[in-house]
T-cell receptor, first 114, second 116 residues
Framework: ETGVTQTPRHLVMGMTNKKSLKCEQH?????MYWYKQSAKKPLELMFV???????ENNSVPSRFSPECPNSSHLFLHLHTLQPEDSALYLC?????????????FGPGTRLTVL | AQKVTQAQTEISVVEKEDVTLDCVYE???????LFWYKQPPSGELVFLIR??????QNEISGRYSWNFQKSTSSFNFTITASQVVDSAVYFC?????????????FGKGTTLSVSS
């Protein structure tokens, strides 16, 4: 595997379910990100991790819970979601947390909340 | 106010036409970076170019070219002789020192459709 991978690619869940999204980067990067992409809206940064420490949380509802057990893996735990949470969730990584860092994106998880 | 504005929501062209995607940004920082990403139907964003605020030299890469003008706060992207494979959503993004965690601020994207 190369680059940034995400599983699952598609997920349908009910509002009472608990599920997790997984992201793995094979690039040796130190920073990882979760973004939410909804229709007709800009990509929204949700969480940023650098060296496994969370450095940013953009007022994301507590029903989204990130976890970064090591610099290669990032999870997004989901519970009691709402239909408006349906979106494409993108994971990205960069070498470091610097202004000029190019971010490498995974293919995303298409989440549908019923 | 939006920090990155891509006024064109959708553009449709026929193959071999040239097309320019507009991007206007807003920042108070003197040091910042601008990016363009391409998102094909497969979903993952693909990095195209990065420009720092001190380098206004235009850049050409094959059929792609970028015009950075600080005077108008614009960073426009031109595809020459477009091809069907260029069909995608294109995002302009800004990275500025003011944003903790060096987050990328994205525009809403421009959907480009190239027909044969």
């Amino acid at each position: 595997e190369t680059g940034v991978t995400q599983t699952p690619r598609h997920l349908v869940m009910g509002m009472t379910n608990k599920k997790s999204l997984k992201c793995e980067q094979h690039l040796g990067h130190n920073a990882m990100y979760w973004y939410k992409q909804s229709a007709k809206k800009p990509l929204e940064l949700m969480f940023v991790y650098s060296l496994e420490e969370r450095v940013e949380n953009n007022s994301v509802p507590s029903r989204f819970s990130p976890e970064c057990p090591n610099s290669s893996h990032l999870f997004l735990h989901l519970h009691t979601l709402q239909p408006e949470d349906s979106a494409l969730y993108l994971c990205a990584s960069s070498q470091d947390l610097v202004l000029q860092a190019e971010q490498f994106f995974g293919p995303g998880t298409r989440l549908t909340v019923l | 106010a939006q920090k990155v504005t891509q006024a064109q929501t959708e553009i449709s062209v026929v193959e071999k036409e040239d097309v320019t995607l507009d991007c206007v940004y807003e920042t108070r920082d003197t040091t910042y970076y601008l990016f363009w990403y391409k998102q094909p139907p497969s979903g993952e964003l693909v990095f195209l170019i990065r420009r720092n605020s001190f380098d206004e030299q235009n850049e050409i890469s094959g059929r792609y070219s970028w015009n950075f003008q600080k005077s108008t706060s614009s960073f426009n992207f031109t595809i020459t002789a477009s091809q069907v494979v260029d069909s995608a959503v294109y995002f302009c993004a800004l990275s500025e020192a003011e944003q903790a965690g060096t987050a990328l601020i994205f525009g809403k994207g421009t959907t480009l459709s190239v027909s044969s």
